[in-house]
C-alpha cells in the first residue's frame, strides 16, 4: 500500500473480529512506531504491548473513550519518562509515533483507535510502570469486525482543505 | 512506496536544492496533513504554506534549530486555536499531522525537517495569525541537496527495539 493511500484510506475503527495478531506483525507495528520521528532524536517514547484479554479488560476502563480496548487483539500504551521541561516535545513526540504505529498497521490490514489515558495512577497500578513515567495514550489494534455497520463508510470526515490551509500569511 | 518503505527510510534532511516544489506537490503535501487523525476528530490544526524567500529567510530565526528554513523551497507552520483545556490534545494532534505532511512528502521524493517555534509573538508578528493562536511547529520541505554530505547516511539512528518495547507489562 502506497504512502498516499494509506493516508486517505485510515480511518479509526472500534469493532474489532476475534482474530488474533501474529507476533510478527505485532513486532513489525511496534517497530515502525520506534522508527518514528523525534524532537532531537531523543525518542522519548516506550510501548507496552498488551495482548493479555483480561489485562486488555481493565485497560478498557482507564479513559473516557477507551472501551474498545476490550475488544482488541493488541493494545498499546505510549510512554515517556515525563520531566517538566520536555512535556511539550515528548507529547508531540508522543502524536508522531501514534501514526507510525497506527499507519504500518494499516497496510498490514489491522486496524486502530487511539484513546487518551485520563486515570494515569490506574494505569501505573496495572502496569508497573515508574512513578515519574507519564502515559499519553492507549491504541487499539485488531482486524476489523466484518460485521461493523460503520466499516468502509470514511465515518468522520475532514475539514475543506481551503478552511484549513492558508498560502502565505493568515 | 509503501508505508513500511516510507517509515524506513524518511530522515529529517536539512539542506535542500533550490529547485522549487510544484503547486500540485505542495497541495498533496498539505492535503495529507489535512487528512491527519486526531482527538474526537477535532481536527485543531490548520497550516501556514510559505514559499516567498524574503518570508522564509525571516522565519528560519523563530527557532533554536530552525536555520533550515532559510534554504526550504516550502514551509509549513502547523498551529491550532489554543484553549487551555484542549493543550494536550492539540500538541498531541500537531504532531500526528506533521508525520502525516512529512511521510507524504517523502514518497514525492521531497525531504522534510521539523523545527519547533520559539518565538511566538515573532511569528505571529510575521504571518498575522489572531493573538490567541498557538503556532507549535515549523516545517522546511524541499528537495534534498545532492552535495549534502549527510544524504543517504541514515543519520541519527534509534534505540534497539528491545529498550523500547515491554511486552504485558513493564
Redesign the interface.
Known sequence: ????E???T?H?IRAFAQTPIAEGEA??I????????S???A?P????????RA?LHELSTIGR?TRHVAGAALCVLILSPDRETNF??N??????A???L???A??LGIASC?G?VYEPVRARDL????DDWKP??LISFGYPDPADPRLGTGK????P?EE???????
Open positions: 500500500m502506497d504512502i498516499w494509506g493516508i486517505r485510515k479509526s513486532r513489525q511496534l517497530d515502525a512506531g520506534r522508527r518514528a520521528p524532537g532531537f532524536n525518542q517514547w516506550y510501548f507496552i504491548a498488551v495482548r493479555d489485562m473513550s511539550w516535545r507529547l508531540f513526540d508522543a502524536g508522531q501514534a501514526t507510525y497506527m499507519l504500518a494499516h497496510e487511539p487518551t502496569l508497573g510502570f515508574p499519553y495514550i468522520g470526515g475532514r475539514k482543505f484549513v490551509v492558508r498560502w502565505e500569511k493568515w
